[in-house]
């Protein structure tokens, strides 16, 4: 069966790093749009980031210049370095993996990150 697994998410301060990681077990990897989205207690699910087969990369304009996406095909796994975190990017984050021009797809159950002092 097809799942996504994240991994990374904790509490940090303000200002600080933190990497997410999501790998996938699904054959279609290499072939999809990964994304990190993100769920803030009370909002709507937003994107934050994503990374298409071919290299092409989006960013929400909140996270532009702090966040970082990457893929790894060979692994199946999509990571998102982020830096100069602030408290508005506390939420849970979930990686998401969909075939160009379709939409829903598969999607991890979710880490949580807490930016807090």
């Known amino acids: 069966q097809a799942q996504l697994v994240e991994s990374g998410g904790a509490l940090v301060q303000p200002g600080g790093s933190l990497e997410l990681s999501c790998v996938a077990s699904t054959s279609i990897f290499s072939r999809s749009i990964a994304a990190w989205y993100r769920q803030a207690p009370g909002k709507e699910r937003e994107m934050v980031a994503s990374?298409?087969?071919?290299?092409?990369?989006n960013y929400a304009d909140s996270v532009k210049g702090r966040f970082t996406i990457s893929r790894d095909d060979a692994k199946k796994r999509v990571s998102l370095q982020m830096n100069s975190l602030k408290f508005e990017d506390t939420g849970v984050y979930y990686c998401?993996?969909?075939?160009?021009?379709?939409?829903?797809?598969?999607w991890g159950q979710g880490t949580q990150v807490t930016v807090s002092s």
């Open positions: 998401n993996l969909r075939l160009p021009a379709t939409s829903g797809g598969l």
């Open positions: 990374i298409a087969g071919g290299g092409v990369i």
